[in-house]
């Protein structure tokens, strides 16, 4: 499996995947 390079977000444009800022995003909507 390869790593992911990049994410489509809700609005279509392509971001850079960062793995904290992703993790930040799960663990605040795990919390919430």
């Known amino acids: 499996m390869e ?3 990049e ?3 809700r609005d279509g ?3 850079l ?3 904290e800022k992703i993790a930040e ?3 605040k909507a795990a919390a919430a």
């Open 7 to 9: 994410v489509r977000k």
């Open 25 to 27: 995003a799960i663990f």
């Open 13 to 15: 444009k392509i971001a």
């Open 3 to 5: 790593p992911i390079k």
């Open 17 to 19: 995947f960062q793995k």
